[in-house]
Each structure stands twice: as C-alpha cells, then as structure tokens.
C-alpha cells in the first residue's frame, strides 16, 4: 500500500503575469459597451476593465475564458468537486481499474489523511498521542482494504465487483474544467473555514497559486 499526499496540477497555460488572459476577456466584454477604442496593448486597460467588471457583478464576461486543473485526491473528496454542475470532470475509474496489475505496483494508493486531520477544527486541538491512535487505525484499515481487494481479484472477481472493498481515501485522479465564473464559486465553497478539510487542502493553495499567476480575478476572494 502506497500513502502519497494530496496534489494538483495546473493543466492550462497561463502567460507570464495573466496579462493575456486579462485582454481576451477585455477584448470579448468591450463589445458589450463598444468601447473598443480604449484597449491599450500593454494590458493596463484589461486590468481596470476586468476589475470593474468582477466589482459590478458582471461577471457573465469572465464565462468565456477556462481553466482546466488536474487533482489528485481521495474518492472522498471527489464526490465533493463533482457537485459543481457548471464544470466538466474525466475521472479515474475504478471499474476499469485494476490496481493488482504491475502498472499500479500491485498495490492500492491512499491519500495521506494527516492533512485532513490538523486542518479539522476540532481533532487540530486534540492531544498529539490521541491523533497518532486515530491515524494508527486508518492504516489498518487502509492495510485490510488493499489486503480484501487484491483477494478478491485472485480470487476472480472483475475490478468493478472488487472495488466495492474500497475505502474513501483511495487515491484518485481528477480533473476539472470550469470556467473563471465557476471556479470563483468554487473558491468562495472549498476554501471556507467549513468546508470539508481534505479539499480545503488542495482547492486554498491552488487559489494562493491563481491570486499570483493571473491578477483580479480572484483577488477578491479571501482564504
């Protein structure tokens, strides 16, 4: 059994300080006042124009640009991601799956829980000896999973009757693709203080990246 930690990948290009992304959503929301006269090539006027259009709520605009991020998390929290309806997912799958093979090392991969467990409001202030006993039986559990699951496909069954022994913290891959619109929303949901602590684990870095790589968009968003 292989226990890896939570991760994401940008998969679409940005350029060099946002500023192209900036000027093709200046470039499709002038049309909306004709004040295409006003864009400057050096991205200053998309700065102001995007900022104000993300300040008056107009945010239909920003619909016409996408991004696509590759996550690699826990079925768990997948479950989660997948509710945003506006996105398109391509998702792991564990009925075709089958991790006894040599490509998967034989063995099942989980998604460390540690994380999950210091960003949890409550269990963060539990005594450090009582966390060990708590993390301590997730990999037993973790253990029995992988050892039921690869006994079963010995055994004959098919990878989609197999998976069934599973847990929630089997690693999967994800990527979603949204647009600028949705993914706000996204941020404003999985990086709140309430949300679950395993996607805040992914989605607030992911956010922290964005903030630096593409500006006003989601600057006003707060982690």
């Given at each position: 059994m292989k226990v890896i930690k939570p991760t994401y990948e940008i998969l679409t290009d940005i350029s060099n300080g946002g500023i192209e992304e900036l000027q093709f959503i200046e470039k499709i929301g002038r049309v909306c006042y004709k004040s295409e006269d006003r864009i400057t090539p050096d991205g200053e006027s998309a700065k102001k124009f995007v900022k104000m259009l993300i300040n008056h709520g107009h945010e239909a605009m920003i619909e016409h640009s996408t991004l696509s991020v590759m996550f690699t998390i826990d079925r768990g929290v997948s479950h989660e991601a997948v509710r945003h309806r506006l996105?398109?997912?391509?998702?792991?799958?564990?009925?075709?799956?089958?991790?006894?093979?040599?490509?998967?090392?034989?063995?099942?991969?989980?998604?460390?829980?540690?994380?999950?467990?210091?960003?949890?409001k409550k269990m963060s202030q539990m005594d450090a000896d009582v966390l060990g006993s708590i993390y301590s039986e997730w990999l037993l559990a973790m253990s029995d999973a992988e050892q039921h699951y690869m006994n079963m496909i010995e055994l004959g069954a098919t990878p989609q009757i197999a998976r069934s022994v599973l847990p929630n913290s089997t690693r999967t891959a994800l990527t979603i693709t949204a647009n600028y619109r949705e993914w706000r929303n996204i941020f404003r949901l999985r990086t709140a203080l309430d949300a679950h602590p395993q996607i805040r684990e992914v989605m607030t870095p992911l956010l922290q990246e964005l903030k630096e790589k593409i500006p006003i968009i989601f600057d006003d968003i707060e982690i």
């Open positions: 996105s398109s997912f391509a998702q792991e799958s564990t009925r075709y799956v089958n991790y006894s093979k040599d490509k998967f090392g034989s063995e099942i991969c989980v998604i460390d829980l540690e994380g999950g467990m210091l960003l949890d």
